[in-house]
């Protein structure tokens, strides 16, 4: 079964961090730019960040610049968004998305496998 899954969301208080994960199975993520997006309550998805098959390419989104690290292991299969000085505005359902063979430009389209989400909610 081709699946992506993310991980690592829950509460936390402002100024606080979080590291989510994206685990892909059934197929290998190296041939995939990965997205992260994110949908808070009442609002459109947006593109948060990407980053490109090798690493060597990310791009984000202007309010989370400076505070947000997208990194891959693809030796692990595994897609990492760490964030950090998070802010009440960040929370929302974060979902990874893989787009293959596209560049890592946002906003990404294309994507070929979605995961479910996890819900990242920062208050104090």
């Known amino acids: 079964q081709l699946r992506i899954v993310e991980s690592g969301g829950g509460l936390v208080q402002p100024g606080g961090s979080l590291r989510l994960s994206c685990v892909a199975s059934g197929f290998t993520l190296d041939a995939y730019a990965i997205g992260w997006f994110r949908q808070a309550p009442g609002k459109e998805r947006e593109g948060v960040a990407c980053?490109?098959?090798?690493?060597?390419?990310?791009n984000y989104t202007d309010s989370v610049k400076g505070r947000f690290t997208i990194s891959r292991d693809n030796a692990k299969n595994t897609v990492y968004l760490q964030m950090n000085s998070l802010k009440p505005e960040d929370t929302g359902i974060y979902y990874c998305?893989?787009?293959?063979?596209?560049?890592?430009?946002?906003?990404?389209?294309?994507?070929?496998?979605w995961g479910k989400g996890t819900l990242v909610t920062v208050s104090s």
């Open positions: 998305a893989a787009a293959l063979f596209r560049p890592c430009v946002l906003p990404l389209g294309g994507m070929n496998y």
């Open positions: 980053i490109s098959r090798s690493g060597s390419s990310t």
